[in-house]
């Protein structure tokens, strides 16, 4: 079956799938994007990927392409086009297509939107989740502006070659005071030994995760202590247990930081015990609602 992309109105198989040579989106990064899970045949989070895309496009002055319901709509649509029961779903919004020039098209332009959706095995993850992961720390690299999901990952690419090269799954950016900031694409969490689960507050050196977003909610369920402020990488080594947030990885134990093993080097309990409650505090809206039938038994759960 080949994979089929919605491209400006259009669903599309990939080979065919494509934008124009001048989209801002490929010529200067000039693009936002979101990435939300696909589980259970449901989207994950839909109204918190919506408030963050929103926001992203405001602060860069780019114009929102359509409403809430019209993108779900679409955001449905691929998801069931490419048989997606547990996986994730790509949305990317560009400032357009236009010809050259580093300021904004004058008249503007109407933004591009691209969707994909891919299957990932739901085995996969929760197998590396009871392994753990290691990470290793980079210095930060990356523009003041981390908190717009911007296209713009270049550093995030590097810095996740190189964790890839070291033999872990994800980098820490570090930054001038010696704290981590967060992962290439994943937000960075430590529990101290005194059991309080510590990250950076979201305001401008981080993305504000939607995976982070809701495992604050599911930690204040669990009755868990939270502090919301910077670690450094000597707190982290030291720390009880790590673990990192994203759509794509949920909650992720991390087992060691630059070869430090945390904690007894196995996943923590609290991680795991926040992956486990973590779909209880999710919004799910399902791809189709008369049709689970279609997927077959081997995807399902
Ligand atoms: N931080 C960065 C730099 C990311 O790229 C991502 C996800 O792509 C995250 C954090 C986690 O965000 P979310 O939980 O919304 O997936």
């Known amino acids: 079956m080949s994979r089929i992309a919605y491209v400006n109105g259009r669903y599309l198989p990939h080979s065919a799938a494509a934008v124009h040579i001048e989209d801002r989106g490929f010529q200067f990064a000039d693009a936002v994007y979101e990435v939300c899970e696909i589980r259970d045949g449901a989207l994950v989070d839909p109204t918190l990927h919506f408030e963050r895309l929103e926001r992203s496009l405001r602060e860069l002055a780019i114009a929102v392409p359509t409403s809430r319901s019209a993108m779900l709509v679409v955001m449905r649509r691929v998801a069931a086009l490419n048989r997606v029961h547990d996986g994730s779903l790509y949305i990317q919004v560009s400032r357009g297509q236009a010809r050259r020039d580093h300021v904004f098209p004058s008249p503007a332009v109407p933004p591009t939107v691209v969707m994909t959706a891919k299957p990932v095995a739901r085995a996969k993850g929760e197998a590396l989740a009871e392994q753990g992961i290691k990470v290793i720390t980079v210095p930060e690299n990356r523009w003041s502006r981390v908190d717009i999901k911007s296209v713009s990952l270049l550093p995030n690419c590097l810095a996740k070659q190189a964790a890839k090269e070291a033999g872990a799954r994800e980098a820490w950016f570090v930054d001038a005071n010696g704290c981590v900031t967060e992962g290439g694409s994943t937000n960075a969490w430590i529990v101290t030994r005194d059991g309080v689960l510590v990250t950076r507050p979201a305001e401008y050196g981080i993305l504000r995760g939607i995976t982070r977003t809701v495992t604050l909610k599911v930690a204040a369920k669990l009755g868990l202590k939270v502090e919301e402020r910077a670690f450094s990488v000597e707190e982290a080594k030291h720390a009880r247990e790590a673990f990192v947030t994203a759509a794509t990885t949920l909650v992720m134990p991390v087992v ?34 008369a049709a689970r039938h279609l997927w077959p038994r081997s995807h399902a759960g």
């Not at 430090?260 to 486990?276: D, F, S, V, Y």
């Open 256 to 289: 060691a930081v630059d070869d430090a093993p945390i904690g007894n080097g196995a996943p923590g309990t609290t991680a795991l015990a926040l992956r486990h409650a973590f779909h209880d505090s999710t919004e799910m809206v399902p791809v189709h609602t």
